[in-house]
C-alpha cells in the first residue's frame, strides 16, 4: 500500500500543509525535500476547493503557518538550549513558549474548523 486516506479535521489538514510548507523552505537535504514536496503536493488539491469557497480560509492557513514557524523556531532553540546542556532561564522561556504556542495552534485550527463546519474537531485537556 503506497498511500491511506484517512478522516482528519479540515484544520488538522491546514496545520499539515503549513508545516509541510514550512519544511519546503527550510529542508536542504534533495531527497527528504522531494518527500515533502510529494506529500504536499498530494494534499494541496484537498485544500484549494475549501479556500475558494471562503476566503477567511486563507488567512486563517496564514495565521496557523506563522503559529508553526514560531512553534519551528522555539522548538530549534530549546533543541540547541539542550544540545549545550544550557537549561537556564532561556530554556524556561523556551519551553513555556512551546505551550503557548501550541495552544495559539489549536485555536487557529478550531477556528478552520468551526468555518469549514468539520465533523471532526481537536480537543484538548490540561490540568
Known amino acids: 500500500m503506497s498511500t491511506?486516506?484517512?478522516p482528519v479535521s479540515?484544520?488538522?489538514l491546514?496545520?499539515?500543509i503549513t508545516i509541510l510548507?514550512?519544511?519546503?523552505?527550510?529542508?536542504?537535504?534533495?531527497?527528504?525535500?522531494?518527500?515533502v514536496r510529494t506529500e504536499l503536493d498530494g494534499l494541496l488539491p484537498l485544500w484549494a476547493p475549501l479556500a475558494a469557497a471562503q476566503a477567511e480560509m486563507t488567512e486563517l492557513k496564514t495565521?496557523?503557518?506563522?503559529?508553526?514557524?514560531?512553534?519551528?523556531?522555539?522548538?530549534?532553540?530549546?533543541?540547541a538550549k539542550e544540545a549545550a546542556?544550557?537549561?537556564?532561564?532561556?530554556f524556561i522561556d523556551l519551553a513555556r513558549a512551546v505551550a503557548r504556542h501550541n495552544g495559539d495552534r489549536v485555536e487557529l485550527k478550531n477556528r478552520i474548523n468551526r468555518l469549514a463546519g468539520s465533523r471532526f474537531v481537536e480537543e484538548k485537556q490540561y490540568r
Not at 85 to 90: A, I, P, R, S, T
Open 63 to 79: 495565521a496557523l503557518r506563522a503559529a508553526n514557524t514560531r512553534m519551528w523556531d522555539v522548538q530549534d532553540a530549546l533543541r
Open 4 to 6: 491511506i486516506l484517512a
Open 10 to 12: 479540515i484544520g488538522e
Open 21 to 35: 510548507e514550512i519544511k519546503a523552505e527550510r529542508i536542504a537535504d534533495p531527497q527528504k525535500l522531494q518527500n
Open 14 to 16: 491546514a496545520d499539515k
Open 85 to 90: 546542556q544550557d537549561f537556564g532561564e532561556e
